[in-house]
């Protein structure tokens, strides 16, 4: 079974950076297509960024695009979620995930524990 392990949120100021990693064991990793979720406080979780088993194709939701980028290592098994221009209310817990289709309503085979990204103003 596949376990995900994200790293590097932490607490930011607003117009701040961040890049979290999200490391995977199991020999799945490079056939899969990952993703990010997102789950601030009191409200459901959102789809943030997929981005395909070979690197080449991503996606972003709106809210995102143009502030974030994902990328992946499959020699490393690791995927990233670069984040820049953060708000307040990018405020979140973030969570990597293996999807089990590409597209913009992606279901999920495995989750991470997530990590926590808050932005001060």
């Known amino acids: 079974q596949v376990q995900l392990v994200e790293s590097g949120g932490g607490l930011v100021q607003a117009g701040g950076s961040l890049r979290l990693s999200c490391a995977a064991s199991?020999?799945?990793?490079?056939?899969?297509?990952m993703g990010w979720f997102r789950q601030a406080p009191g409200k459901e979780r959102e789809f943030v960024a997929a981005?395909?088993?070979?690197?080449?194709?991503?996606y972003y939701t709106d809210s995102l695009k143009g502030r974030c980028t994902i990328s992946r290592d499959n020699a490393k098994n690791t995927v990233y979620l670069q984040m820049s221009s953060l708000k307040p209310e990018d405020t979140a817990v973030y969570s990597c995930?293996?999807?089990?289709?590409?597209?913009?309503?992606?279901?999920?085979?495995?989750w991470g524990q997530g990590t926590q990204v808050t932005v001060s103003s």
């Open positions: 995930a293996i999807l089990t289709a590409w597209g913009p309503s992606p279901g999920v085979a495995s």
């Open positions: 981005v395909t088993s070979s690197g080449r194709n991503d």
């Open positions: 199991g020999r799945t990793f490079s056939a899969s297509i």
